[in-house]
């Protein structure tokens, strides 16, 4: 079959297009397209529901989805996003948006589609992977294509319309130790046909439905998959979600409890509630040798240090990144914050956020990371952002494009856990939290 995005009638094509409804020419196999795009050539889609247009050319419709007869499963939504109320007859808006997600989103066991077809692209999809070229894809495109991709979870995306090929890199549809593994999502933009710059418009691939598909094949993720370019719009989605299936469930256990399976109980850190060590301090352990970094030790230098409390201290970082670039350190010999006992990391987080109103008042977010690799004594990088230069959301993004470009796994900790739930002592890793309270985190394995 042939599927076509994009403006399927040109302006001057009536004399040929009369050829084919009469006859006298035939698609040679069938094709399926959409809507108009422009008042211009609405008069060539008689039925809003869609109709058969010539021999072997149809009409797919407004919005809907088409099942094969292999079940093959095709999302569509014809026209552009419209810009005002009531929209013209040409577009789509909210509402037809919502209605398609929730015939699809309402049938059981649903898990995305095969394709989806719309001519626009949808907003922001080159965030995280491979530039789209001249296109600017935070300007381009419509938001509600977006939030239709994000929440119908295709395995092929097409559309068209900004006269360029882009093929993205596929995305995620899950949250990595959230959800359940799902599969990725390739975005494909076309070009005009017969363009002067010859550039790509036309995508020839073969398809096993997703239906037919063995669940584990279905979900294999490649190595060049990347963050989901939607993961805002997820994020403003409703948080009251139903409940897990039992399916679901072991993903999100693992994650929450990182020693279920392992046969025995993980040794108290003065931490756990009901444990009958809870209340008994732990004991830093000693250094083996001098250590630049406690406080007792005479190799540390102390014309750095801003600030001592109970348990931690407060120093400027010597070759900082910015002239405000500081440290939060434990008095006693940590290693890293998963060692940490309860009341040193409870100091740790008074710092924090007393940091965090300091660094406010002077116009500043802060971003901190720890680099747990080889190293004796934990050192909290603390670095202050002026609040105009960008967002959080800003750094959360370089963070994971330069993670993704050098082939390093950031993942995300959700939200109301922590790093001790990802990491055990011992654990190489790198660690980021955001002032927002986001945390990413990356095993480091081997050398």
């Known amino acids: 079959m042939l ?3 994009g403006n399927f009638f040109g302006s001057t094509c009536e004399a040929e297009w009369a050829e084919y409804r009469t006859g006298a020419k035939q698609a040679p196999i069938p094709t399926y397209v959409l809507g108009a795009n422009s008042p211009d050539t609405l008069s060539y889609f008689p039925d809003v529901s869609g109709c058969e247009l010539a021999e072997n050319i149809t009409y797919l419709g407004r919005r809907g989805v088409y099942s094969g007869c292999s079940g093959l499963q095709i999302a569509y939504l014809s026209g552009t996003e419209a810009q005002q109320q009531p929209e013209p007859a040409h577009c789509f808006s909210a509402k037809d948006v919502a209605e398609l997600k929730t015939s699809l989103l309402s049938t059981p066991n649903f898990r995305g589609v095969d394709i989806l077809l719309t001519s626009p692209w949808p907003r ?27 929440s119908l979870k295709p395995r092929y995306h097409f559309a068209a319309l900004e006269k360029t090929y882009y093929e993205r890199l596929p995305y995620r549809n899950h949250m990595v130790l959230q959800e359940t593994p799902q599969h990725v999502t390739r975005f494909i933009a076309l070009a005009d046909v017969g363009n002067t710059s010859k550039k790509k418009y036309l995508y020839a691939f073969s398809i096993v439905p997703m239906s037919s598909m063995d669940p584990a094949e279905l979900v294999k993720q490649p190595q060049d998959v990347t963050e989901n370019p939607y993961r805002k719009l997820r994020k403003e989605a409703p948080k009251n979600k139903a409940p897990l299936s039992a399916e679901e469930e072991p993903a999100c256990q693992f994650f929450f409890d990182l020693n279920k399976h392992q046969g ?114 934990l050192q909290l990088q603390v670095i202050p952002v002026p609040l105009d230069l960008c967002t959080s959301e800003d750094i959360k993004e370089a963070f994971i494009t330069q993670a993704q470009e050098q082939q390093i796994e950031l993942l995300e ?35």
């Open 3 to 5: 599927l076509c995005v």
């Open 124 to 150: 922001d999809v080159g965030t995280f992977a491979n530039s789209a070229g001249e296109i600017d894809t935070k300007k381009c495109g419509s938001k509600l294509v977006a939030d239709l991709a994000a």
């Open 264 to 377: 025995k109980k993980r040794p108290s850190d003065g931490r756990e509630r009901g444990d009958s060590q809870a209340k008994q301090a732990k004991k830093p352990p000693q250094p083996t040798g001098p250590c630049w970094f406690c406080l007792a030790s005479p190799e540390v230098e102390k014309h750095l240090v801003v600030s001592i409390g109970t348990h931690c201290y407060l120093a400027l970082a010597k070759g900082g990144l910015s002239p405000d670039h500081v440290l939060i350190l434990p008095i006693g010999h940590y290693q890293s914050v998963v060692d940490l006992s309860s009341e040193v990391l409870e100091e740790v987080t008074k710092y924090k956020a007393a940091l965090k109103e300091f660094f406010r008042s002077k116009g500043k977010r802060y971003v901190l990371f720890e680099r747990n690799y080889r190293s004796q004594h």
């Open 413 to 447: 900790i959700p939200e109301h856990s922590d790093l001790a739930q990802v990491a055990q002592p011992g654990m190489p890793y790198f660690y980021v939290e955001l002032d927002t309270g986001e945390k990413l985190f990356h095993r480091i394995r081997g050398r």
